[in-house]
């Protein structure tokens, strides 16, 4: 007897790593097959050192829809995952999701559609988030705003993620990184063009256990190696301490001297150059929040900001009086006065919203 969808031939090949997730990944799974476009494969690559239910789970549903493709492999990672699954996929296109992420139905219907006018090569969009944190999560749009944001974190999310099966054959994941889907991202920026979709495409669960918040030190190692050589990529004509100025902004430490503010403030406007709203808009906030690491530099730190922020031409970030107050008390990242002023401001915020 035949399972439901096995003739079908897919386009695309959805790939989805699986490891310890019998709480979420049959929800996840029926999010895929339930899309309104049709023509695909779902590629369920099942780690078998699972402890919990989903080896059993993946069986149960791949016997009964044919368009489940279960690969069980021996305990890995979630890239190595990644990178059998893209193997043995039949589809000319790959989509990535996670296995605790629901998408939305019309996700792969509207990307396909959107890759197929536009002429992008790497296709993402925007997440909402649901469970222990809500909230909605915009990416930016064109190529440049995307390899600017990339800078400083990830502008391409994974698990939205829709391109060509010969592109994610030719450039597998390091199996060695833990943040390999970054360090992928800033090796592919120079060779392939990358877009993101303003519809959201994903609900992606938030909880304790998601891959991204349990190795956090070692995602910020990985992204901080990386960054060096995709800076001078960028921008071959950068010197070293235009590196080193940048790298203080990604790091979110103060600068010692206004000298160096007033460079990094030039450097976020240079990267805030696109026609991208929500990048100018994220470039004006790192601008404040380096002005308030920067606040023991006094007065001189505030007009500064003031003189600057005007030129990202974007709405004024919020509780611009705190860098104000900082600016005057010089306070300084780390110190007792200035731990002492953040309970004071929060104890006033709590009464202004009460």
Known sequence: MKRSGEDVHPLISVVLPVYNRERYVEATIQSILDQTYSPLELIAVVDEGSTDRSVSIVRDIAARDGRVRPLFLPHGNQWRARNEGVARARGDYIAHMDDDDLALPERLALQWSWLNRTGVDILGGSI??????????????????????????????????????????????????????????????????????????????????????????????????????????????????????????????????????????????????????????????????????????????????????????????????????????RLKPGSRRNAWCRKAWHTLRRHETA
């Open 128 to 329: 909402q988030n649901f469970g222990s944190q809500g909230g909605l999560i915009w990416f930016p749009e064109t190529h440049q705003a995307i390899c600017h944001e990339l800078l400083f974190r990830i502008s391409l999310f994974l698990p939205t993620v829709l391109l060509r099966a010969d592109i994610a054959r030719a450039n597998p994941y390091d199996e060695s990184l833990v943040y390999s889907d970054y360090v992928w991202l800033t090796q592919l920026a120079h060779r392939y063009r990358f877009g993101n979709m303003p519809q959201i495409l994903l609900r992606c669960r938030t909880h304790e256990s998601q891959l991204h918040v349990v190795p956090g030190a070692a995602f910020q190692r990985d992204e901080r190696r990386a960054q060096p050589g995709y800076f001078q990529s960028l921008f071959p004509e950068a010197t070293a301490d235009d590196l080193r100025i940048v790298s203080l902004l990604t790091e979110k430490k103060p600068f010692a001297s206004l000298a160096d503010l007033r460079r990094a403030g030039d450097w976020l406007l240079r990267l805030a150059g696109t026609p991208d709203d929500f990048l100018r808009q994220r470039m004006a906030d790192r601008w404040q929040y380096a002005c308030q690491q920067s606040a023991g530099l006094g007065w001189a730190c505030y007009r500064l900001y003031r003189q600057t922020a005007a030129a990202f031409d974007v709405a004024s970030p919020s509780r611009a009086w705190k860098l104000k107050a900082s600016c005057i008390l």
